[in-house]
C-alpha cells in the first residue's frame, strides 16, 4: 500500500514562506505525476501544481511565480516551496501521486495533509 506523508505546515505571516514536503513510500518515478492540491474552509480541493515523471511541472495561475515544486528521487520526496505567501494561501495542502498500469489500471494516492495558515 502506498503511502504519502505531508510535513512543513504551520503558521507564516503574510509575505513569508513554508516548504512542505510529501515523503512516498515507494520509489516516486512508479508514479506518472505528483501533485500538490489544497483545500481552504468552504472551498473545493483545487490543484496546486505538479511534476510528472519526465520532471515537467505546471501550476494554477494564482501561484505561478511564487510556488516551485521540486524533487528528490534518491530520498522519495517531492516538495513545494512557496514564497510570498497570501492569507488566501491559507488551506490544508494534500499531497497526490496518480499511477497508470498496462491494462488500463489506474491509482491515485493521497496523504493525510498538512495545514498552512497565513495570517498576521
Known amino acids: 500500500q502506498v503511502q504519502l506523508v505531508e510535513s512543513g505546515g504551520g503558521l507564516v505571516q503574510p509575505g513569508g514562506s513554508l516548504r512542505l514536503s510529501c515523503a512516498a513510500s515507494e520509489n516516486i518515478f512508479n508514479f506518472n505525476r505528483m501533485d500538490w492540491y489544497r483545500q481552504a474552509p468552504g472551498k473545493e480541493r483545487e490543484l496546486v501544481g505538479g511534476i510528472a515523471r519526465g520532471g515537467s511541472t505546471n501550476y494554477v495561475e494564482s501561484v505561478k511565480g511564487r510556488f516551485t515544486i521540486s524533487r528528490d528521487s534518491a530520498k522519495n520526496l517531492v516538495s513545494l516551496q512557496m514564497n510570498s505567501l497570501k492569507p488566501e494561501d491559507t488551506a490544508v495542502y494534500y499531497c497526490?501521486?496518480?499511477?497508470?498500469?498496462?491494462?488500463?489500471?489506474?491509482?491515485?494516492?493521497w496523504g493525510q495533509g498538512t495545514q498552512v495558515t497565513v495570517s498576521s
Open positions: 497526490h501521486a496518480y499511477a497508470s498500469y498496462p491494462g488500463a489500471l489506474q491509482y491515485d494516492y
